[in-house]
């Protein structure tokens, strides 16, 4: 069985520019979630969606958004980019909201310089 | 919002000897406790994980306990091995605004 998946692997961008970060759930689950890694610090929650709708958002700026698409595979997109962005993004599946338990993806490693 | 800690930040143990990783939160609301391991270029994968109408849960050399009236929970791995060697991560979760707030991280160093 397939895992949670994320796309790209790695990226890098330069200040101001704007990023899409893909996810896929585990088959199945129908609710997505997004942290932010910084290099030697645990997880920031962003965003959960479950079921297309926003149910949780996280302390960061407006530049930072998210959407689930019906298939349930979501994105994560930041804009007006910031070198403080830079860091490991991770989502995770579950199979529905709240207290159920949730599975990460390897991420997506980003460089802003 | 809800605050979670965790200690120590690093740990050295001898192969076979237990090690122990205490965190605590502030939400008395908080209620499911899941722990992670994260090994170099991996995310974050769930090895245990406990609910607050539970005070202990085992799941072969791995255990968590919880004591919700002082707001702490506990990850015990006995018999360590070096491939335990990671960072491990507690988290809670703030059900009134579906969120996990995540401990800081101890990394664990198991010497063979």
């Known amino acids: 069985d397939a895992g949670v998946t994320q796309s790209p692997t790695h990226l890098i961008k330069t200040r101001g520019q704007h990023v899409t970060l893909r996810c896929s759930p585990i088959?199945?689950?129908?609710?997505v979630s997004w942290y932010q890694q910084v290099l030697g610090q645990g997880p920031q929650f962003i965003f959960q969606?479950?079921?297309?709708?926003?149910?949780g958002r996280g302390n960061f700026p407006d530049r930072f958004s998210a959407r689930q698409f019906p298939n349930y595979s979501s994105e994560l997109n930041v804009n007006a980019l910031l070198l403080g962005d830079s860091a490991l993004y991770l989502c995770?599946?579950?199979?529905?909201?709240?207290?159920?338990?949730?599975?990460f993806g390897p991420g997506t490693r980003l460089t802003v310089l | 919002g809800e605050n979670v800690e965790q200690h120590p930040s690093t740990l050295s143990v001898q192969e076979g000897d237990s090690a122990v990783i205490k965190c605590t939160y502030s939400?008395?609301?908080?209620?499911?406790f899941p722990w992670y391991k994260q090994e170099l270029g991996k995310g974050p994968q769930l090895i245990i994980d406990?609910?607050?109408?539970?005070g202990e849960k085992k799941d072969q050399r791995i255990a968590v306990t919880l004591n919700k009236t002082a707001k702490h929970f506990s990850l015990h791995i006995t018999e360590t091995q070096p491939e335990d060697s990671a960072v491990y991560f507690c988290a809670a979760l703030e059900p009134n605004f579906n969120k996990f707030y995540f401990g800081s991280g101890t990394k664990l160093n198991v010497k063979p």
């Open positions: 939400d008395s609301a908080s209620n499911y």
């Open positions: 088959s199945g689950h129908k609710s």
């Open positions: 995770a599946s579950s199979s529905g909201e709240g207290t159920d338990t949730q599975y």
């Open positions: 406990i609910r607050s109408n539970v």
């Open positions: 969606y479950y079921e297309k709708e926003e149910r």
